[in-house]
């Protein structure tokens, strides 16, 4: 008889856990859709634009000529016999090159390492392979400044480091050391179209516009402009011609009016 009293006693013990373990489980359950719920109305609040608010985009372009460019060259030794002798004649070169570009007034502070690269090299013959020497590679990027003046410059230091050397040009990039200036002259293009486009809208529709009451832009193309043009082998130099165009920084501009209540 007490042997069934304590069955009994354990089976409503283990019957008011899982009923506490279920409760637990569904407030969990209520608390996390709760919190769903608040996150996306929040996130509709902050997304859409608020009622009585209309927004307006501009468009600003700025052309201009690049002053910079920065010019990755490279030097790549093959099958050398040893990696002392793939290493040796790397660094030759690369001395050789810097030499070069300096001498053409390149600051050396604007000469910088990308990369350095040394390993064997195995040539797979009747299913074997076969060490047949080691390969080294080097990566030098120079900044060459005033090419908006003197674009010949940057024909020069590729010329003459093919010559030093280089036997690879992996890429040119063009920038403006007056970015910023450009932008901000960007940018006030972009909020005087915006705002005439408000003026012509509101009236096409038959509205009157408020005070701002926000804005946010995004710039298309802030980024220097990469040409990676590939040169190889150009042991002796020949004779590059690279021009970098004109470039344009673009920028949009979003204006958020509040539209006036004109009810009396």
């Not at 940057?154 to 040119?172: I, P």
């Amino acid at each position: 008889m007490s042997e069934n009293l304590k069955e009994k006693k354990e089976v409503c013990l283990c019957s008011g856990k899982n009923k506490t373990a279920k409760w637990i489980a569904a407030m969990v359950l209520i608390l996390a859709l709760s919190g769903i719920v608040v996150v996306s109305i929040l996130r509709d609040k902050i997304v859409n634009n608020f009622p009585n608010q209309v927004s307006v985009i501009g468009q600003g372009k700025v052309s201009y000529q690049p002053d910079i460019a920065n010019v990755t060259l490279g030097v790549q030794i093959d099958k050398a016999k040893t990696a002392e002798e793939a290493l040796s004649m790397l660094n030759e070169k690369v001395a050789k090159i810097i030499t070069a570009v300096t001498g053409l007034g390149i600051d050396p502070k604007d000469i910088k390492n990308q990369t350095y690269s040394l390993y064997p090299y195995y040539d797979y013959v009747e299913g074997i392979n076969n060490l047949s020497g080691y390969n080294a590679n080097q990566q030098v990027i120079v900044k060459v400044k005033g090419v908006d003046e003197n674009f010949n410059i940057l024909n020069q230091v590729v010329s003459e480091s093919a010559k030093a050397g280089a036997n690879q040009v992996l890429g040119v990039s063009f920038e403006s050391s007056k970015i910023e200036d450009l932008k901000q002259e960007a940018r006030l293009l972009a909020i005087k179209d915006a705002k005439s486009k408000a003026t012509v809208l509101s009236q096409a529709v038959g509205v009157s516009l408020d005070e701002i009451v926000g804005w946010w832009e995004n710039v298309i193309n802030p980024s220097p402009y990469y040409d990676y043009s590939y040169y190889g082998g150009m042991g002796g130099g020949g004779n590059p011609v690279i021009n970098s165009g004109s470039h344009e920084v673009s920028l949009e501009l979003t204006l958020n009016y509040k539209i006036k209540n004109d009810r009396k």
